[in-house]
């Protein structure tokens, strides 16, 4: 990892629409919305939390970058799990005798490829005799991306859901509310209503509301292959009709983006439920000097070094990853705070 470079840990919370849970019902958490949930008084990240009891239950992540560190909890009650990085599969275990007071670096590495990658991590349960039993609790994970080469600087550039450089088709309605970025989201409830932007920036973060009676949705940039993302609560498995993250979570994220001119198109997907998405708030990094180069391949073509964490325990390699980590934990906690902050 080239360490002169203007790096950043993008941290991706729980409940964020990027990270892709095949069964949501093998998961539980808490509930964001209910009136007793305090983020504040608990250790986790926002507050919230996925953990299951299901073995085999999975929870998948794309990203570009040549760092990952993945965080959860460990305890008697915790058992094996398994980080499957492109095709490099490794096994760990978060059993200890005593609860850990906070986070615990379920696994971390830093010397990737810089290229693109797809995470899977899997619960194992208690295995050929191991000590624990089959829960797997995950936190929140960290992947460093690069925003822009040595001796660059980089700014923010926030569009709130009403700035007239986007442009909307179907219908749509405005939601005020001081939970929100700007005060306010514009959201649908239309089958392929959509929203574009034509953008300079080799970073971009949407943003937008996460609760249970939205859906699918399907994200455009350029001419990569088109994505799709759920935008479901996923409150347990028996969904709670007003389960909702009451913070915005990151529905969209992309960066190692060269100085041409990008276009980002996303379309809700109503579907039989007539289903909603939720636009917040957009952030555009823009770069003062550009990389050389656009890493943003498909991640089915990445490849990856082997990790130095697969060959040892977490324990064993979270002295330094967590060093490295927490220090890049602050340029993030502090985007996501003044992003946060700015709602009110």
Known sequence: MDTSAVNVNATVDDFDSVLSYPEQSAWQTPDPSSPSFDASATSWWM????????????????????????YGHSGPAYGSYEVQIDSTTSKFSAYAANNASRSFLLYGASNLTYAPHTLTLRNLGAVNGDAGGDTLLFDY?????????AGAT???????????????????????????????????NKDKAAVSLSFHGSAIYVFGDKKNDHGLYSVALDNRPVEI????????????????????????????????LHTLTIANIAGVNNSFFDLDSIVVTVPSVYAPRDLSASPSSSSTSPAGSSTGTPQENSAVNLLHSSLLLLLVSFFRVFHFNSRH
């Open 229 to 260: 993302y759920s935008g479901v609560s996923g409150c347990g498995g028996a969904y709670g009709t007003t389960c909702e993250q009451q913070k915005p979570t990151l529905n969209y994220f992309a960066s190692n983006l060269d100085s041409t």
């Open 141 to 149: 994970l960290q992947a460093t991306v690069q925003l822009a080469p």
């Open 47 to 70: 507050g919230t939390y996925h953990k299951t009891d299901v073995v085999g239950a999975s929870v998948a992540f794309n990203f570009t970058g040549p760092a990952l560190f993945i």
């Open 154 to 188: 980089v700014s923010n550039t926030t569009i709130e859901e009403d700035n007239p450089a986007l442009t909307y088709s179907g219908t749509w309605g405005s939601n005020k509310s001081p939970n929100f970025s700007g005060g306010g989201t514009i959201y649908t």
